[in-house]
T-cell receptor
Framework: AQTVTQSQPEMSVQEAETVTLSCTYD???????LFWYKQPPSRQMILVIR??????QNATENRFSVNFQKAAKSFSLKISDSQLGDAAMYFC?????????????FGEGTQLTVNP | DTGVSQNPRHKITKRGQNVTFRCDPI?????LYWYRQTLGQGPEFLTY????????KSRLLSDRFSAERPKGSFSTLEIQRTEQGDSAMYLC?????????????FGSGTRLTVV
């Protein structure tokens, strides 16, 4: 079974600065997807960015980018020019492409605080 | 309909009572998922439907839990004889099969408190 680990329960960043959230995962599969989701307080979970394992190029979405290291099974999220609205719980998630079904396996989450 | 709708938003029930939650997915989405999220943890998969067929169930889904998706539209999640350990946020999500790799669209969840 796949597992996802986020070793930073809490992180903080100054507004306009850059922060990196860490995620590692364990799988024996070679084909899969990785995601970062954002969950603001009392609000729904929103997809931030996704990465396909067969693509070597790191995904980028505006101020959000990932550092995908397949051999190391590492998938970190970098938030540049942090804004107050980025404050939320961030979850890393894994989805297999090889097995049937499409369940997501989530990490424990990292609570990000953005200081003005 | 621009999102996944879940009702009720909050539910407080006494231990031993039955509760039922409803999820209305995005209309063109044929896949529907239920997750459970306890405080400070990531969501855990419970079950998923493709159209009206329930294709996968987690071992977390004990015999007190049942989910249905009649006619492949909305879905209900029922918990019988609730226990305090059932207190959690229950999340529903939906996706289109061909685009499920893009991630899901989540609802805002139903927060269950068992007293």
């Amino acid at each position: 079974a796949q597992t996802v680990t986020q070793s930073q329960p809490e992180m903080s960043v100054q507004e306009a600065e850059t922060v990196t959230l860490s995620c590692t995962y364990d799988t024996s599969e070679s084909d899969y997807y990785l995601f970062w989701y954002k969950q603001p307080p009392s609000r729904q979970m929103i997809l931030v960015i996704r990465q396909e394992a067969y693509k070597q190029q790191n995904a980028t979405e505006n101020r959000f980018s990932v550092n995908f290291q397949k051999a190391a099974k590492s998938f970190s999220l970098k938030i540049s020019d942090s804004q107050l609205g980025d404050a939320a719980m961030y979850f890393c998630a894994y989805r297999s492409r090889e097995t049937s079904g499409s369940r997501l396996t989530f990490g424990e989450g990292t609570q990000l605080t953005v200081n003005p | 309909d621009t999102g996944v709708s879940q009702n009720p938003r909050h539910k407080i029930t006494k231990r031993g009572q039955n509760v039922t939650f409803r999820c209305d997915p995005i209309s063109e989405h044929n896949r529907l998922y239920w997750y459970r999220q306890t405080l400070g943890q990531g969501p855990e998969f419970l079950t998923y439907f493709q159209n009206e067929a329930q294709l996968e169930k987690s071992r977390l889904l004990s015999d007190r839990f049942s989910a249905e998706r009649p006619k492949g539209s909305f879905s209900t999640l029922e918990i019988q004889r609730t226990e305090q350990g059932d207190s959690a946020m229950y999340l529903c999500a939906s996706s289109v099969r061909q685009k499920s790799n893009y991630g899901y669209t989540f609802g805002s969840g139903t927060r269950l408190t068992v007293v």
